[in-house]
Structure formats: structure tokens, C-alpha cells
């Protein structure tokens, strides 16, 4: 077998996974462009594990399951995190997600618990 036609198409495909990363608004196209540089690794482990066998027998598939189950993984937390995103802006675009803390004034004072007994938010009594 050539692995060069495999190394050229896991090139190809991580560098549309990072264009999507880069060039995508919504969430969800985001995940699935990870997910395909994520498949792209994996092309290149198992292509690597067919080529140099003496080194690890089966190395480079034993890489690639543990890349599946942490995309998986990946996958599960990104998407809960998407849906928590959409149930509190009602949009996924990346673009309008804050990254910076409220500001001081428009923080909620929360009494310490112990002081009142409440441990809630000034007002809600």
C-alpha cells in the first residue's frame, strides 16, 4: 500500500476541519469541523500503525479507538454546552457568546450564607 494517498487525504480533511473551526459561525458546524480533524488523526494513526508494524503492533489503531472515545466525549459535552447556549440566547452563533464577566453593576449581590440564613439574592426573600 502507498500511504502517501491516505497522508494526503488526512491533510486534506484537517485543513477543512480548521477552515470550518475558523470560517463557521454556528456551534454545531463548529463541533463537526473538530470531529473531522479529529476522523483526519485518526486516518493518519491507522495509516502510520499499516506502515511501520515492527515498531507497536497495533499501536497507532489502540490511538485511534482512544481518539474515538474522546470524541465521543467531546461530543457529549460540546452539545450540551450548545444547548445550554441556545436555551439562554436562543441563537448558537459563536460570534454572540460573551467571554468577559458581567460587569460590577450588573452583578447580583448575594448575602453569604450564615448571615440571614438564606443564601439568596437580595430581594427574594
Known sequence: MRPVIPYVTA???FGLGVYGVLRRRNAVLVLMAVE??????NLILV????????LLPH?????????IVLAAAEIGVGLAIVLQLY????????????LAERPDDEAVP????GVSGTGRPKGER
Open 47 to 54: 495509516t502510520a500503525d499499516t506502515t511501520a508494524k515492527a
Open 87 to 98: 436555551r439562554m440566547r436562543a441563537s448558537v452563533a459563536v460570534d454572540e457568546v460573551p
Open 59 to 67: 499501536g497507532g489503531q489502540v490511538f485511534a479507538l482512544f481518539v
Open 11 to 13: 491533510a486534506l480533511l
Open 36 to 41: 473531522l480533524m479529529l476522523n483526519a488523526v
Open 110 to 113: 448575594v448575602e453569604p450564607v
